[in-house]
T-cell receptor
Framework: RKEVEQDPGPFNVPEGATVAFNCTYSNSASQSFFWYRQDCRKEPKLLMSVYSSGNEDGRFTAQLNRASQYISLLIRDSKLSDSATYLCVVKYAGGTSYGKLTFGQGTILTVHP | NAGVMQNPRHLVRRRGQEARLRCSPM?????VYWYRQLPEEGLKFMVYLQKENIIDESGMPKERFSAEFPKEGPSILRIQQVVRGDSAAYFCASKQGAVNEQFFGPGTRLTVL
């Protein structure tokens, strides 16, 4: 079983749609959670951190459920520029983790006119 | 204020040759992580280094791969006797001390013919 699992999609949605991505992680010692965005053939860039209380940044809302080991990202009012691969990322606690990030395989989103 | 620099951006090697990938972290950052992204897959951690020290190389193949981060100069990921399966995008990320966020470089795309 993969440490971080995402639905790879692809998700094809019209502009203005609301789309939700889900992610599960297997290691309960996970400490920090993030959503990154990766454009085609570019480096991943931090979209937002995910907190237990849930957090919002403009049109983006992230949720974390530690009991279910589940993370979500909601994008409202999709824009063409939101087209990208969205990566669910987990950082584990513990002395030997050293802050390394564990990535899901990514969910591809295409927003069309 | 330059970000993380990687060079070369594209590297083509024939099977059996050596590949050297360089990463210059952001100014003031002394922690470097290397990740590999195989085609159609998520990023996978390879190695974590601080100046002159390898802290965690648990994600790096035991043979042919090595990494260093000397006191002066960039971090180097070295792949000896490359094989077709080494073809991938190699990203490095840097961070400063205990700060959470890792900043990614643009990556080196290695193609082995």
């Amino acid at each position: 079983r993969k440490e971080v699992e995402q639905d790879p999609g692809p998700f094809n949605v019209p502009e203005g749609a609301t789309v939700a991505f889900n992610c599960t992680y297997s290691n309960s010692a996970s400490q920090s959670f993030f959503w990154y965005r990766q454009d085609c053939r570019k480096e991943p860039k931090l979209l937002m951190s995910v907190y237990s209380s849930g957090n919002e940044d403009g049109r983006f809302t992230a949720q974390l459920n530690r009991a279910s080991q589940y993370i979500s990202l909601l994008i409202r009012d999709s824009k063409l520029s939101d087209s990208a691969t969205y990566l669910c990322v987990v950082k584990y606690a513990g002395g030997t983790s050293y802050g390394k990030l564990t990535f899901g395989q990514g969910t591809i989103l295409t927003v069309h006119p | 204020n330059a970000g993380v620099m990687q060079n070369p951006r594209h590297l083509v090697r024939r099977r059996g040759q050596e590949a050297r990938l360089r990463c210059s972290p952001m100014k003031g950052h002394s922690h470097v992580y290397w990740y590999r992204q195989l085609p159609e897959e998520g990023l996978k951690f390879m190695v974590y280094l601080q100046k002159e020290n390898i802290i965690d190389e648990s994600g790096m193949p035991k043979e042919r791969f090595s990494a260093e981060f000397p006191k002066e100069g960039p971090s180097i990921l070295r792949i000896q006797q490359v094989v077709r399966g080494d073809s991938a995008a190699y990203f490095c990320a840097s961070k400063q001390g205990a700060v959470n966020e890792q900043f990614f470089g643009p990556g080196t795309r290695l193609t082995v013919l």
